[in-house]
């Protein structure tokens, strides 16, 4: 066994998530948008079972495209992530400046569709500068703002 996978296990589990700051307010400005970036491809890249594979968003949200281990916890593993990066934002920046929304958005999709979902992530700005935002990776905001 390796560290706390399971050996002889074969495993393509490619995730886009996303999340949006509390009451979809533009929180990620240009001063914390690099800094916010640089600590979620840290955090996946330092956890077992994560691969980083884009992050990107726009002022209201993130997105971000991983594939994981099946040993990942999906639910644990964004809490983490969502808590450590407001925590790294707001240490630095000053409190409350960054709050998360609770939930996330969650689609899985196949390898083969990896590097178009990672070229939708990086461009965010210009999707939704554009309105051409992709309506099944995007659902979420609909869906949560009922909860806001």
């Known amino acids: ?31 914390i948008e690099s800094v916010l970036y640089r600590h979620i491809e840290d955090y996946c890249t330092k956890i077992d079972g994560v691969h980083f ?6 002022p209201t949200h993130v997105h971000l495209v991983v594939q994981l281990e099946p040993f990942v916890l999906v639910s644990t593993f964004i809490g983490e992530l969502k808590g450590g990066s407001s925590h790294r934002i707001n240490h630095q920046f000053g409190n409350d400046t960054l709050k998360w929304q609770r939930g996330y958005g969650v689609v899985s999709f196949a390898h083969k569709h990896l590097d178009s979902v990672i070229r939708y992530v990086q461009n965010q700005k210009e999707h939704h500068a554009k309105r051409t935002t992709n309506e099944i990776l995007e659902t979420f905001v609909r869906e949560m703002k009922q909860y806001s």
């Open 1 to 31: 066994m390796g560290k706390k996978g399971v050996s002889h296990v074969f495993d393509r589990i490619f995730l886009h998530i996303t999340w949006h700051c509390i009451h979809d307010q533009p929180q990620i400005i240009p001063a």
């Open 53 to 58: 594979k884009g992050v990107g968003g726009t």
